[in-house]
C-alpha cells in the first residue's frame, strides 16, 4: 500500500481533483519540473502538467495538502499556481496577456541593441573601441532583457534540476564573461600567440533570437486554444432577471441563481439553463446540438445556455447555472481533454526530463575534447562549440510536440460536434477496425411515431379514432404516446372511457358504451381469440418485413384497424455507414428487437453484420469477443442500457442527445444526432496522431543533427564550425515548426 493510501485511511478523508492554471513555464522541461514537485508533495496521490495549456491537474488528500501548500511548493522553483477559483481563468489570461507583453518588448529592446553589435563585430572590428561599445550595447541584452532565463536557471539550480533556462544562461553567460575578460585582459591571449575574440554579438544575438521564438511560440499556442475561446464567447456576460414583483434588471451572470426567472429578448443569447414559464419562441440551437434548424420552445421547454433565442421574447426559470450548464461542462471537458496527456508524450516527458542535464554534458564532453586535440586556437574553439552546443538543443520542440497537436484536435472535434474526453481516446481511434452502432437513437431517431393506421372497411372512422385517442391516453407505454401524438395531430378529441386495464407486455384492454376493445400484440388478440382475417394479415406481415412494429386495434371479436410504428433511420445513418466501410471498418449493429425488425433496418442501412434480441450485458460481451478476435472496438450507443458495453470498448462513443449515464462512461460524446460525425472521429485521430508523429520525428531529428554539428563534427571534413547566432535562431524556428504543424489540424476537412 502507498504512503498516500495509508494516510488517506488514518485521515478518513477522500481524494479531490483539481485543475490548477501555472504561470512563468518557459519550456517543455519546467513542466516536468512542476510535475515532479507536485508529486513529491506531501498528501499528493498523483498529478500531471501540460505545457501547452499551462495547466496542471493534481489528485491529493485535503487534509494532508491544501491549495496552498501546492501553490508554495511551485513557487519555491520559481514558478507560480492560480488557486483562487472565482476567476482562475480570467488570472491566468491576464498573466498570459503580460508575458506575452513582456516577451514582446524584450524581443524589440534585444534586436534593437544587438543590431548595432552584429554591425560591430562584422564591419567595425578594428575600432579602437569596438570591444567596449559592443560590452556596453550586449550588458543591458544579456543581464537585464535575459535576467529571467538567469533567475530561472538558479531557481531549477537550487532544487538540482535544470531547464531550457539552464541551457540559455549557461551558454550566454559564459560567452558573456569570456568576452569580458578579453575585453579588459587581452594580453593574457597576446603573450600566447593568440588573438582575444570576444562573442558579446552571440551572446547578444542569441537572447534575441531565443525571445523572438518565445514571442513566436506564445503566439502560436494561444491559436492553438481558440475553440475554448469561441465556446466561452457563448457565454452572456449579464442576463436580465424579473424579480418577484415583474420588474426588471440587468445583473452579472455569475450573480445568476438555480430557480431565479430570467427574461430572454430576440437575438440575445441564453445564459444558463432552464425550462420555460411563459412566451414562447424559436431558438437557435446549433452550437450545442450541431442541428441547423431553429426549435420552437413553448412553455415547459428546455433551454441551454450559449444558444440565440431568434424569435419572441420569453422568461424561463434558471434551473442549472455556473459550472452546471450543459455549456460550462462541454468547455470543462474540452479543457481536460485538451490538458491530458496521450500514451506517448509520457515517453516524452521522461526524455525531456533527462534532455538538459545529458546536453549539458555533451557540452562539458566537446569542450574537453576540443582542448585535447591540440588543434590552433583550441581552447577558443572548445568554448564556442561547448555554447553553441547549449544554444542549439531544444527540448520544447519536443515537449510542445504532442500537446500541441492534441489541444488543435480536440479543438477541432469541438468544432465540429465532437467532444473528446481525454488524450488516450483520441490517440487510440485511429487504430479502430470495428464499430459498433446500436440501433435505437443511433441509426434510427429513437422517436416513435405512427407511419400506418389502417382501418377496416364499413367501419365508423370518426368514432373509432376518439375511442382509439380515449384508450392510448390512459397508456404510459411510448408506442401509446406516439398513437396518441398522431390522433392530436389530426384533431380528433378523444372518448370518456369507462374502463381501461393494462395487460403487461401485451397491450391493454378497456370497455366503452357497453362493448370491449383490445390494443396491443398479436398476442393478445390471440389470447383472448379474436380473429384476424387473410387480408389484414397479410397486411401486418408486410409491415412487419419494413421494420415496423405492429399494434392491432379490436373491437368485441374482430380488428378494426392496424397501427403501424416506426423508428425512422435517421437521413445520415446509410451515408456515414457507407464511410466507415470504404474506411475498411467493419460495422456491426446490436439490437434488443426481434430478428426480423433487425434484419430490415440492416438491409435498409446496408450492414451486412447484426444481432438481434441482445440484452445490455450481451452488447458488452459482443464487444470482449470482437476484442479477443484482435479488433480495436468502438462502441457507440445513447442509452443506459448501453453504458456497460460503452465502458469495455476500447474507443466509447456516446450520442449527445442520449442518457447522462452513457455520457458519462464514453471518451468520446457526439453532440447531435448526424452519424456522420462518426466517421469524423476517426478521420480526425488518423490526422491527429500523423501530426504528432511528424512533430515528433522533426524535434528528434533537429537535435540528432544538430547537437553534433555544434559540437563541431564537420570540423576535421570541411572546417565547419557553427556559429552561436545561428545557433540560437535554428532552435526558435525548431519550436516554432512544430506548434505551425499542429496548427494546420485548424485547416483540415474532415469529410
Given at each position: 500500500?502507498?504512503?498516500?493510501?495509508?494516510?488517506?485511511?488514518?485521515?478518513?478523508?477522500?481524494?479531490?481533483?483539481?485543475?490548477?492554471?501555472?504561470?512563468?513555464?518557459?519550456?517543455?522541461?519546467?513542466?516536468?519540473?512542476?510535475?515532479?514537485?507536485?508529486?513529491?508533495?506531501?498528501?499528493?496521490?498523483?498529478?500531471?502538467?501540460?505545457?501547452?495549456?499551462?495547466?496542471?491537474?493534481?489528485?491529493?488528500?485535503?487534509?494532508?495538502?491544501?491549495?496552498?501548500?501546492?501553490?508554495?511548493?511551485?513557487?519555491?522553483?520559481?514558478?507560480?499556481?492560480?488557486?483562487?477559483?472565482?476567476?482562475?481563468?480570467?488570472?491566468?489570461?491576464?498573466?498570459?496577456?503580460?508575458?506575452?507583453?513582456?516577451?514582446?518588448?524584450?524581443?524589440?529592446?534585444?534586436?534593437?541593441?544587438?543590431?548595432?553589435?552584429?554591425?560591430?563585430?562584422?564591419?567595425?572590428?578594428?575600432?579602437?573601441?569596438a570591444n567596449y561599445s559592443m560590452m556596453a550595447l550586449?550588458?543591458?541584452?544579456?543581464?537585464?532583457?535575459?535576467?529571467?532565463?538567469?533567475?530561472?536557471?538558479?531557481?531549477?539550480?537550487?532544487?538540482?534540476?535544470?531547464?531550457?533556462?539552464?541551457?540559455?544562461?549557461?551558454?550566454?553567460?559564459?560567452?558573456?564573461?569570456?568576452?569580458?575578460?578579453?575585453?579588459?585582459?587581452?594580453?593574457?591571449?597576446?603573450?600566447?600567440?593568440?588573438?582575444?575574440?570576444?562573442?558579446?554579438?552571440?551572446?547578444?544575438?542569441?537572447?534575441?533570437?531565443?525571445?523572438?521564438?518565445?514571442?513566436?511560440?506564445?503566439?502560436?499556442?494561444?491559436?492553438?486554444?481558440?475553440?475554448?475561446?469561441?465556446?466561452?464567447?457563448?457565454?452572456?456576460?449579464?442576463?436580465?432577471?424579473?424579480?418577484?414583483?415583474?420588474?426588471?434588471?440587468?445583473?452579472?451572470?455569475?450573480?445568476?441563481?438555480?430557480?431565479?426567472?430570467?427574461?430572454?429578448?430576440?437575438?440575445?443569447?441564453?445564459?444558463?439553463?432552464?425550462?420555460?414559464?411563459?412566451?414562447?419562441?424559436?431558438?437557435?440551437?446549433?452550437?450545442?446540438?450541431?442541428?441547423?434548424?431553429?426549435?420552437?420552445?413553448?412553455?415547459?421547454?428546455?433551454?441551454?445556455?450559449?444558444?440565440?433565442?431568434?424569435?419572441?421574447?420569453?422568461?424561463?426559470?434558471?434551473?442549472?447555472?455556473?459550472?452546471?450548464?450543459?455549456?460550462?461542462?462541454?468547455?470543462?471537458?474540452?479543457?481536460?481533454?485538451?490538458?491530458?496527456?496521450?500514451?506517448?508524450?509520457?515517453?516524452?516527458?521522461?526524455?525531456?526530463?533527462?534532455?538538459?542535464?545529458?546536453?549539458?554534458?555533451?557540452?562539458?564532453?566537446?569542450?574537453?575534447?576540443?582542448?585535447?586535440?591540440?588543434?590552433?586556437?583550441?581552447?577558443?574553439?572548445?568554448?564556442?562549440?561547448?555554447?553553441?552546443?547549449?544554444?542549439?538543443?531544444?527540448?520544447?520542440?519536443?515537449?510542445?510536440?504532442?500537446?500541441?497537436?492534441?489541444?488543435?484536435?480536440?479543438?477541432?472535434?469541438?468544432?465540429?460536434?465532437?467532444?473528446?474526453?481525454?488524450?488516450?481516446?483520441?490517440?487510440?481511434?485511429?487504430?479502430?477496425?470495428?464499430?459498433?452502432?446500436?440501433?435505437?437513437?443511433?441509426?434510427?431517431?429513437?422517436?416513435?411515431?405512427?407511419?400506418?393506421?389502417?382501418?377496416?372497411?364499413?367501419?365508423?372512422?370518426?368514432?373509432?379514432?376518439?375511442?382509439?385517442?380515449?384508450?392510448?391516453?390512459?397508456?404510459?407505454?411510448?408506442?401509446?404516446?406516439?398513437?396518441?401524438?398522431?390522433?392530436?395531430?389530426?384533431?380528433?378529441?378523444?372518448?370518456?372511457?369507462?374502463?381501461?386495464?393494462?395487460?403487461?407486455?401485451?397491450?391493454?384492454?378497456?370497455?366503452?358504451?357497453?362493448?370491449q376493445y383490445l390494443v396491443g400484440s398479436t398476442a393478445?388478440?390471440?389470447?383472448?381469440?379474436?380473429?384476424?382475417?387473410?387480408?389484414?394479415?397479410?397486411?401486418?406481415?408486410?409491415?412487419?418485413?419494413?421494420?415496423?412494429?405492429?399494434?392491432?386495434?379490436?373491437?368485441?371479436?374482430?380488428?378494426?384497424?392496424?397501427?403501424?410504428?416506426?423508428?425512422?433511420?435517421?437521413?445520415?445513418?446509410?451515408?456515414?455507414?457507407?464511410?466507415?466501410?470504404?474506411?475498411?471498418?467493419?460495422?456491426?449493429?446490436?439490437?434488443?428487437?426481434?430478428?426480423?425488425?433487425?434484419?430490415?433496418?440492416?438491409?435498409?442501412?446496408?450492414?451486412?453484420?447484426?444481432?438481434?434480441?441482445?440484452?445490455?450485458?450481451?452488447?458488452?460481451?459482443?464487444?470482449?469477443?470482437?476484442?479477443?478476435?484482435?479488433?480495436?472496438?468502438?462502441?457507440?450507443?445513447?442509452?443506459?442500457?448501453?453504458?456497460?458495453?460503452?465502458?469495455?470498448?476500447?474507443?466509447?462513443?456516446?450520442?449527445?442527445?442520449?442518457?447522462?449515464?452513457?455520457?458519462?462512461?464514453?471518451?468520446?460524446?457526439?453532440?447531435?444526432?448526424?452519424?456522420?460525425?462518426?466517421?469524423?472521429?476517426?478521420?480526425?485521430?488518423?490526422?491527429?496522431?500523423?501530426?504528432?508523429?511528424?512533430?515528433?520525428?522533426?524535434?528528434?531529428?533537429?537535435?540528432?543533427?544538430?547537437?553534433?554539428?555544434?559540437?563541431?563534427?564537420?570540423?576535421?571534413?570541411?572546417?565547419?564550425?557553427?556559429?552561436?547566432?545561428?545557433?540560437?535562431?535554428?532552435?526558435?524556428?525548431?519550436?516554432?515548426s512544430v506548434v505551425s504543424n499542429s496548427l494546420r489540424?485548424?485547416?483540415?476537412?474532415?469529410?
Amino acid at each position: 500500500m502507498s504512503a498516500t493510501s495509508i494516510a488517506e485511511k488514518k485521515t478518513g478523508s477522500k481524494m479531490v481533483r483539481e485543475t490548477f492554471p501555472v504561470l512563468e513555464m518557459t519550456c517543455a522541461a519546467c513542466a516536468v519540473s512542476v510535475e515532479s514537485m507536485l508529486k513529491s508533495t506531501e498528501g499528493v496521490k498523483d498529478a500531471g502538467v501540460n505545457f501547452a495549456n499551462q495547466d496542471a491537474w493534481v489528485e491529493y488528500n485535503p487534509a494532508l495538502a491544501t491549495p496552498e501548500t501546492l501553490q508554495q511548493t511551485i513557487r519555491s522553483i520559481g514558478y507560480d499556481l492560480v488557486i483562487e477559483k472565482e476567476n482562475a481563468t480570467g488570472i491566468k489570461e491576464a498573466a498570459q496577456q503580460q508575458h506575452y507583453r513582456a516577451v514582446k518588448q524584450r524581443t524589440t529592446w534585444s534586436g534593437i541593441l544587438s543590431l548595432p553589435i552584429v554591425i560591430i563585430g562584422m564591419f567595425f572590428m578594428n575600432w579602437p573601441a569596438a570591444n567596449y561599445s559592443m560590452m556596453a550595447l550586449a550588458t543591458p541584452v544579456v543581464f537585464y532583457f535575459g535576467r529571467s532565463y538567469f533567475i530561472n536557471a538558479w531557481n531549477q539550480a537550487r532544487h538540482r534540476k535544470a531547464n531550457m533556462d539552464t541551457l540559455v544562461a549557461l551558454s550566454t553567460g559564459i560567452a558573456y564573461l569570456f568576452s569580458v575578460f578579453n575585453t579588459f585582459f587581452p594580453g593574457f591571449w597576446h603573450q600566447r600567440g593568440l588573438h582575444a575574440h570576444v562573442y558579446f554579438e552571440a551572446a547578444a544575438v542569441v537572447i534575441a533570437f531565443i525571445s523572438l521564438g518565445k514571442l513566436l511560440e506564445e503566439k502560436a499556442k494561444s491559436n492553438t486554444s481558440s475553440a475554448i475561446k469561441k465556446l466561452m464567447g457563448l457565454q452572456p456576460k449579464t442576463v436580465t432577471l424579473v424579480y418577484p414583483g415583474g420588474h426588471q434588471g440587468e445583473i452579472p451572470i455569475a450573480a445568476v441563481k438555480t430557480g431565479d426567472t430570467l427574461l430572454v429578448k430576440p437575438g440575445e443569447k441564453i445564459p444558463v439553463d432552464g425550462a420555460l414559464i411563459s412566451g414562447a419562441s424559436f431558438v437557435d440551437e446549433s452550437m450545442i446540438s450541431g442541428e441547423p434548424v431553429p426549435v420552437e420552445k413553448t412553455s415547459g421547454n428546455k433551454v441551454f445556455a450559449g444558444t440565440i433565442n431568434q424569435k419572441g421574447s420569453f422568461q424561463f426559470r434558471a434551473e442549472k447555472v455556473g459550472a452546471e450548464t450543459l455549456l460550462s461542462q462541454i468547455i470543462r471537458l474540452v479543457q481536460e481533454a485538451q490538458g491530458s496527456k496521450a500514451p506517448v508524450q509520457k515517453l516524452v516527458d521522461k526524455i525531456a526530463g533527462i534532455f538538459v542535464p545529458v546536453v549539458i554534458g555533451i557540452s562539458i564532453l566537446t569542450f574537453i575534447v576540443w582542448m585535447l586535440s591540440g588543434a590552433d586556437n583550441a581552447f577558443t574553439h572548445a568554448l564556442l562549440t561547448a555554447v553553441t552546443v547549449l544554444v542549439i538543443a531544444c527540448p520544447c520542440a519536443l515537449g510542445l510536440a504532442t500537446p500541441t497537436a492534441i489541444m488543435v484536435g480536440v479543438g477541432k472535434g469541438a468544432e465540429n460536434n465532437i467532444l473528446i474526453k481525454d488524450a488516450e481516446s483520441l490517440e487510440l481511434a485511429h487504430r479502430v477496425n470495428a464499430v459498433i452502432l446500436d440501433k435505437t437513437g443511433t441509426i434510427t431517431e429513437g422517436k416513435p411515431i405512427v407511419s400506418d393506421l389502417v382501418f377496416a372497411d364499413g367501419v365508423a372512422v370518426a368514432a373509432l379514432k376518439a375511442v382509439l385517442l380515449g384508450i392510448e391516453q390512459q397508456s404510459e407505454h411510448p408506442l401509446a404516446e406516439a398513437v396518441v401524438a398522431h390522433l392530436k395531430a389530426q384533431g380528433v378529441a378523444p372518448a370518456v372511457i369507462e374502463k381501461v386495464e393494462t395487460v403487461t407486455g401485451k397491450g391493454i384492454a378497456a370497455v366503452y358504451k357497453g362493448k370491449q376493445y383490445l390494443v396491443g400484440s398479436t398476442a393478445l388478440l390471440t389470447e383472448k381469440g379474436i380473429r384476424v382475417n387473410p387480408l389484414q394479415a397479410a397486411n401486418m406481415e408486410d409491415l412487419q418485413q419494413q421494420a415496423k412494429t405492429v399494434v392491432a386495434f379490436a373491437e368485441d371479436d374482430k380488428v378494426v384497424a392496424i397501427i403501424a410504428i416506426a423508428d425512422m433511420i435517421k437521413a445520415t445513418s446509410k451515408q456515414a455507414i457507407q464511410n466507415l466501410q470504404q474506411q475498411g471498418i467493419d460495422v456491426y449493429m446490436l439490437t434488443g428487437d426481434n430478428r426480423q425488425t433487425a434484419a430490415a433496418i440492416a438491409r435498409e442501412v446496408g450492414l451486412q453484420h447484426y444481432k438481434a434480441g441482445v440484452l445490455p450485458a450481451g452488447k458488452a460481451a459482443f464487444v470482449k469477443e470482437l476484442q479477443a478476435n484482435g479488433k480495436i472496438v468502438a462502441m457507440v450507443g445513447d442509452g443506459i442500457n448501453d453504458s456497460h458495453a460503452l465502458a469495455q470498448a476500447d474507443v466509447s462513443i456516446a450520442m449527445g442527445r442520449g442518457s447522462d449515464i452513457a455520457i458519462d462512461v464514453a471518451k468520446m460524446t457526439l453532440i447531435t444526432s448526424d452519424l456522420n460525425t462518426i466517421p469524423k472521429a476517426l478521420k480526425l485521430s488518423r490526422r491527429t496522431v500523423q501530426a504528432i508523429r511528424q512533430n515528433l520525428f522533426w524535434a528528434f531529428i533537429y537535435n540528432v543533427i544538430g547537437i553534433p554539428v555544434a559540437a563541431g563534427v564537420l570540423y576535421p571534413f570541411n572546417g565547419f564550425l557553427l556559429d552561436p547566432m545561428i545557433a540560437g535562431a535554428a532552435m526558435a524556428l525548431s519550436s516554432v515548426s512544430v506548434v505551425s504543424n499542429s496548427l494546420r489540424l485548424k485547416f483540415t476537412r474532415l469529410l
